[in-house]
């Protein structure tokens, strides 16, 4: 060790400074608990910031026979069964409160003449329980947590890069890094550590995460610290992402759009989703409509770019300044583009990750002992389909949860067992690969699974295409061991993607492999093999390595929910 390794102790650490791990940091302060929060981005342009429609609570402000119930029954209902009834019990029952806690930070929801918070239909909702702050929800989200951590004087670090957990016997008691900027290294200790690092989504050549967001890195760190994956095969395709400029290719056209009356046309003209839900057309579920886009596309039916038509402009000007008014900036500003008189092409682009670590549901905690996953890292809620205004709730409620949990387990511990083995491993590996000189581009090779990960493991699936996309994985991992490490005065991107690299190649092969165990279609999930829902697959893949992979049976739906489930009309609602 020399001088350029820090030494950092706190009794939580919480990697990842989005609205989950913000959301953890903050109960912990409430709750004098000393905590120390490390990001990999700014904390104000979180990926939280990104999400748009709003948070689910059944607060009955304005449908007052709405429940807890009747959301955890929407739940699972959407999830087509694989959600976690208890977990889904403890989100729904405990976002009321969730919502609470934003209001006492100050959070500037949108609200009735008389003081009500206003709370709008999202697809498949029963009742409007969405409450909002215009379409910036997350965004107002992430400030309001952001202020509140500076009240707490929260320390935050975010421009460090965690690149392994630290264990001992199964149980963590750190975390190994280096700074972006100028490669310090941190050895941090913990008595526990919540891992809030986000989803897989980015995996894919067209996703609406930004560029070095969602690379798998929750995956990597839990699974190489003995941890599990649960449903890694489970990815939501969100129907509208933009095709051009390449570098923002996979951005998202809010679903609000379609939710206004906006027309979806393959390249012949036809508004092709009479062919796939004639009833609900264009407010038709995430799945459905995502799928009946891949389909036009693949079956030539597609826009020269290979996407389809959403149109807006047949709509008043006035509608789509006052309701759509992002969508209408966001096209001028990618594109030239004016909704108002032309067509947006768009295509289906990875969106949301509803698997993650495998956690319990009472306190997100996972196989190692004083770890915890919360938010996109995390998995239980969605099963197979995830029900939009979800994951803001999802994020509050176990916030709070995953940080009262991980207060206990610190204050319980007698002492702290450390490992010196393990941090001279975590400090060569950084080392080895600050030594790679090869010819191999790490941006080169991220593309490469990209493309193996959309060809292969896209909307639809079969099996020829997914031994094949394991075949072409194996190749590209075998490259990984030439590649180059440069940092420059501008600091250590470089090493940053190299890392990244490794997290995207453990997540695709994980979602590989899960997604080939699941012979059946269901929700996100399409098997063009096996185009039946198989009643025997109600089941999560749970997965801790390569070649490693089980089923693990769901409990019963409890009948006072159950009776409560049924197919939701989405007529005039705004889909997810």
């Known amino acids: 060790m020399d001088g350029s390794e820090r030494r950092l102790a706190a009794p939580v650490l919480v990697i990842g400074t989005g609205g989950a791990g913000l959301r953890a940091a903050i109960e912990l302060a409430e709750r004098g608990v000393g905590v120390l929060a490390v990001g990999k981005r700014p904390k104000a342009d ?32 959407e999830s087509y069964l694989l959600a976690d009834p208890e977990t889904v019990r403890i989100v729904t029952q405990g976002a009321a409160r969730g919502i609470d806690d934003l209001v006492r930070y ?48 929260v320390p935050i670090l975010d421009t460090v890069y965690i690149t392994r957990l630290l264990v001992r016997d199964n149980a963590v008691f750190g975390a190994y890094g280096f700074d972006l900027n100028d490669g310090t290294r941190y050895v941090i200790h913990a008595d526990a550590v919540v891992l809030a690092t986000g989803g897989h989504t980015r995996i894919w050549r067209r996703t609406s995460s930004r560029r070095d967001e969602n690379t798998g890195d929750s995956f990597r760190l839990a699974v190489l610290a003995g941890a599990r994956v649960r449903d890694a095969e489970l990815v939501q395709f969100h129907p509208s992402g933009l095709l051009s400029p390449e570098d923002a290719a996979g951005t998202l056209v809010s679903e609000a759009a379609r939710g206004e009356g906006g027309k979806l046309l393959n390249a012949l003209g036809e508004r092709f989703m009479a062919r796939y839900d004639p009833e609900r057309m264009e407010l038709s579920t995430r799945d459905r409509v995502a799928l009946a886009a891949y389909t036009e596309i693949k079956e030539g039916r597609g826009t020269p770019n290979g996407g389809v038509w959403l149109d807006v402009s047949h709509l008043p000007r006035e509608t789509i300044m006052t309701r759509l008014p992002r969508v209408h900036q966001t096209l001028l500003e990618l594109q030239m583009l004016d909704i108002t008189q032309d067509p947006i092409e768009i295509a289906p682009t990875a969106h949301y990750s509803m698997g993650g670590v495998h956690v319990r549901a009472e ?25 939009g205004g979800n994951s803001l709730i999802e994020l509050l409620v176990y916030g709070r949860i995953v940080g009262e949990a991980a207060a206990a387990y610190s204050a319980g511990l007698q002492a702290q067992r450390r490992c010196a083995d393990a941090v001279t491993a975590a400090r060569r590996e950084v080392d080895a690969l600050l030594s790679c000189d090869g010819p191999e581009n790490v941006r080169a090779l991220q593309r490469a699974v990209r493309d193996v990960m959309t060809e292969h493991c896209g909307v639809v699936r079969d099996e020829e295409g997914l031994r094949t996309g394991m075949t072409e994985l194996d190749a590209i991992e075998a490259r990984i061991g030439d590649i180059g490490v440069h940092p420059d005065n501008a600091g250590y991107q470089d090493l940053v993607h190299a890392f ?42 749970v997965w801790s390595g390569p070649g490693k992979i089980e089923r693990e049976p769901l409990p019963p739906i409890p009948a006072e929910i159950a009776v409560l489930m049924r197919e939701v009309s989405a007529t005039g609602k705004l889909v997810e």
């Open 363 to 387: 306190d997100h905690g996972t196989d190692v002992d004083g770890l915890y996953a919360v938010g996109e890292a995390a998995s239980g809620l969605h099963g197979a389909n995830r029900l």
């Open 46 to 77: 979180a990926h939280t910031t990104l999400a748009a429609g709003g948070v689910n609570a059944a607060l009955a402000t304005m449908d007052p026979r709405d429940t807890w119930q009747q959301h955890a029954a929407d739940t699972l209902q």
């Open 106 to 153: 100050g959070m500037p929801f949108a609200r009735e003449a008389d003081g009500r918070i206003s709370q709008r239909f999202f697809g498949a909702h029963t009742w409007r329980r969405t409450a909002f702050s215009g379409d910036y929800t997350g965004l107002e989200i992430q400030r309001a947590l952001v202020r509140r951590t500076a009240e707490l004087d």
């Open 500 to 541: 990244d690299l490794k997290s995207t190649v453990l997540a695709s092969r994980a979602t590989l492999e899960a997604a080939l165990e699941r012979r059946e279609t269901r929700g996100c999930h399409n098997r063009s093999d096996h185009p039946e829902t198989d009643s025997s697959m109600r089941v999560n893949l």
